[in-house]
């Protein structure tokens, strides 16, 4: 997790606009190379990895507060709530 992103993930929590090289939000959604990745309404967040299973953005999906993503021998897994549950990347509601 990198210090330089996570005021990225804080803007986006906070609902205000921040980028920093390929991370940028806009208050209401997260991108990482122009791929929405994360979105909040009110207290609603719902996350994906638009289809990038990748380092990068599981590692910016983690700095989101309450989730973990991991990747075991390509399988992809989200923990919510203190439980592992497999995932398909697509948009889950956190």
Same mark, same amino acid.
């Given at each position: 997790?990198?210090?330089?992103?996570?005021?990225?993930? /804080?803007?986006?929590?906070? *609902? =205000?606009?921040? =980028?920093?090289?390929?991370?940028?939000?806009?208050?209401?959604?997260?991108?990482?190379?122009?791929?929405?990745?994360?979105?909040? /309404? =009110?207290?609603?967040?719902?996350?994906?990895?638009?289809?990038?299973?990748?380092?990068?953005?599981? /590692?910016?999906?983690?700095?989101?507060? *309450?989730?973990?993503?991991?990747?075991?021998?390509?399988?992809?897994?989200?923990?919510?709530?203190?439980?592992?549950?497999?995932? /398909?990347?697509?948009?889950?509601?956190?």
């Amino acid at each position: 997790m990198s210090k330089t992103y996570k005021k990225v993930i /804080d803007a986006f929590l906070s *609902g =205000k606009k921040c =980028k920093v090289t390929n991370t940028m939000t806009n208050g209401h959604e997260l991108f990482l190379f122009d791929n929405c990745i994360a979105r909040r /309404d =009110k207290d609603i967040i719902q996350v994906t990895t638009s289809n990038w299973n990748t380092v990068t953005t599981r /590692d910016r999906l983690n700095m989101i507060l *309450g989730i973990y993503v991991r990747c075991q021998k390509n399988n992809l897994q989200i923990n919510l709530q203190s439980k592992w549950q497999d995932w /398909d990347g697509k948009w889950i509601t956190i």
